[in-house]
């Protein structure tokens, strides 16, 4: 009984180390370092605000909303975390990571901006870094990358802790073996 016992315990124990592990793998937080824009990548709470602390540091001079028209990332939002109406800059056509990627680089090129800091939520740093930087490819674009809080820093997870990191694993494992149909269901 008490060896049964003591496999059950090595095997959530096993089980909890691989969920800290995996958790601290897909966050990539860089130092910030001035750029021209900060884009912020709408699906999640406390992006927005990310962007704007960063933005009123003076990290970059102007903010760029992606899928502009979802809520937590819309030029009221922004601006009433004071953000000038006249410092944004809306992209709203994105409905995935990678269409993110794409649109914000088409609005860089308008834009002739050469630098910039992505925001999105922790967990989905490592995804968000993978694929922007496949996008940017040559482009000569710097990229900063900068996570906004979302998971606890705690040892025991509770259960949508565990759902996300599983699910944002098995998106970027699905980019990475190039089936972005079923990654892009974000």
């Known amino acids: 009984m008490i060896k049964r016992l003591s496999y059950i315990i090595s095997i959530i124990l096993g089980i909890q180390l691989i969920l800290i592990l995996g958790r601290k793998y897909l966050v990539v937080n860089e130092k910030p370092k001035k750029a021209d824009v900060i884009i912020v990548l709408s699906g999640g709470p406390g992006r927005l605000e990310k962007g704007a602390e960063l933005f009123k540091r003076g990290d970059a001079d102007q903010l760029m909303l992606t899928n502009s028209n979802d809520s937590g990332t819309t030029a009221k939002e922004a601006m009433e975390l004071g953000v000038p109406k ?11 990571t990678h269409t993110n990627a794409l649109y914000t680089l088409e609005k860089m090129r308008e834009h002739q901006l050469t ?21 940017y490819e040559n482009t000569g674009i710097e ?18 802790e565990v759902q996300t990191i599983f699910y944002e694993w098995i998106k970027l494992v699905g980019y990475k073996l190039r089936a972005y149909k079923v990654a892009e269901k974000d």
């Open 86 to 96: 006249d410092k944004l800059i809306l992209e709203d056509k994105a409905i995935s």
């Open 115 to 135: 630098s910039a800091i992505i925001i999105s939520s922790d967990f989905h740093m490592r995804r968000t870094k993978y694929i922007f930087s496949k996008v």
């Open 143 to 160: 990229l900063t990358f900068i996570a906004s809080p979302y998971l606890r820093n705690s040892i025991i997870m509770e259960g949508w």
